[in-house]
């Protein structure tokens, strides 16, 4: 049969339908196989995005093309050096409050010319990204480079680590160099008004603000067992006595409801680092270490010579009983009891009898020399009024042991000449029997 060239046409549009019918219905064919092995297939929408792969390897860089700087002067793959990384790194603080323990241990890390600060944990590794390897332009970065540090404690020294880790094209490590720097915090000291935390800044003023003393000697001699012996004063509010601390070196304080107080909490804390005639040295950090603060606080109560000469405050001792005497005290007649007190102000000397008025000695509101009576003691061939005198700060004491005056009577007759005896004059005392349980005697007290 001879075919034109219109029915070849027909023939070949024919035989194309019949290719395009045949692949259709296998395309048919195999989607409902998938449809019925996996059912319905998902909503594009409810298909999550890929998780995002955190690298954790050292990513490929091709040595060749790693600007090295003059660190790639002579050298090969194996041989590549870690640059001075110590050099841009600035170690601004770290915890070093006395209770800091591996878990919460930190750092506060920066680079020279930069403003950024990265706090992180004993051997956590930071990434450092850089364009030149051996210039100071580094960064921290939030992925793997080839170059990274780490901070860790040992001997009391913070020693960082910095790694240099460079793979090929299979993921096997070319270059792997480590070099250990010592690190020193910068330590700068700030104002309470530079301070960042709001508490740590409230817990100094109200230290800064506080009325600092000396170890009170009248404890020393008087109590020996109680616990403020040998202690420091500090008072947290002038006005009010009840505000007192007694601090001695590596003593704890805590701030709590505004205030500063001994009972231990979490949060900012202080510690007495150091002491002195002139100061208190007292550490503060708040909860988590890194900001800090040093303070001096001065000691306002200072130690200072008495302001009279004693051979003419205390004069005329004489004994009138096992344990009284009868005096002059400023140019007052006075009768003192073992035990007595009596302090000297710009009014003049007072004998404390009342509750009140030693309290008020006691917690540094009734300010002045002050004398106390300890006993009458044998020395010798004669007797002596025995007792302590403090100053005004009560830091310093000196004992004293100040003889009897002998009596007129007694220095008329060794006195006295042969051919005539002088009758001395009496002493208002003399006739006092001083034994009487009966007796009222004016002690010569004043008020202020």
């Known amino acids: 049969m001879k075919l034109n060239k219109s029915s070849f046409f027909e023939m070949s549009k024919l035989f194309n339908r019949s290719i395009v019918f045949v692949s259709l219905t296998l395309i048919a064919a195999s989607v409902y196989l998938i449809y019925a092995c996996l059912g319905p297939l998902p909503n594009i929408a409810d298909v999550a995005p890929p998780k995002e792969v955190i690298q954790t390897s050292p990513p490929y860089i091709d040595v060749k093309e790693l600007d090295l700087g003059a660190l790639s002067l002579n050298r090969n793959e194996n041989e590549i050096p870690i640059p001075d990384v110590h050099k841009h790194i600035l170690l601004y603080s770290m915890n070093d409050r006395y209770d800091a323990k591996s878990e919460n241990q930190c750092f506060l890390i920066g680079i020279k010319g930069s403003s950024i600060r990265k706090t992180i944990s004993p051997k956590e590794r930071v990434f450092l990204g850089f364009k030149d390897i051996n210039s100071g332009k580094l960064r921290f970065d939030d992925i793997p480079s080839p170059i990274w540090l780490r901070l860790d404690m ?136 890194l900001e800090k603060v040093s303070l001096n606080l001065p000691i306002y109560n200072k130690a200072e010579e008495v302001s009279f000469n004693i051979d003419e405050a205390i004069k005329r001792v004489r004994k009138r009983t096992t344990s009284s005497v009868s005096c002059l005290l400023g140019n007052k007649n006075t009768y003192l009891k073992k035990g007595d007190w009596a302090i000297h102000t710009k009014m003049g000397w007072k004998v404390l009898k009342k509750t009140h008025d030693l309290v008020e000695v006691i917690n540094h509101n009734l300010v002045g020399e002050l004398f106390v009576f300890d006993r009458i003691e044998k020395v010798g061939d004669s007797s002596k009024l025995v007792g302590h005198l403090f100053d005004k700060s009560r830091s310093n004491v000196k004992q004293l042991y100040i003889p009897f005056a002998k009596s007129q009577r007694k220095a008329a007759r060794e006195n006295k000449s042969e051919d005539k005896l002088s009758e001395p004059p009496r002493d208002e005392f003399d006739d006092i029997d001083f034994d009487d349980p009966n007796m009222e005697f004016d002690y010569f007290d004043f008020d202020f």
């Not at 993921?171 to 700068?188: I, M």
């Not at 304080?253 to 205030?259: H, T």
């Not at 005639?277 to 550490?283: A, R, Y």
């Open 154 to 289: 040992k001997n009391g020294d913070v020693i960082m680590e910095v790694g240099l880790d460079i793979v090929d094209e299979m993921g096997e490590k070319v270059v792997q160099n480590r070099r250990y720097f010592k690190l020193t915090a910068l330590n700068r000291n700030p104002q309470i008004h530079e301070i960042q935390d709001p508490t740590l800044a409230k817990f100094a003023t109200a230290l800064e603000c506080a009325f600092c003393s000396c170890p009170d000697q009248l404890y020393e001699i008087y109590a020996p067992d109680d616990e403020k012996r040998g202690k420091f004063r500090i008072q947290l509010d002038p006005q009010n006595p009840k505000s007192v601390i007694f601090v001695n070196l590596n003593s704890r304080l805590f701030f709590e409801n505004e205030s500063v107080v001994e009972n231990q909490c979490l949060g900012a804390i202080a510690q007495v680092v150091s002491l002195s005639s002139d100061f208190i040295g007292i550490k503060v950090w708040n909860a988590s270490g």
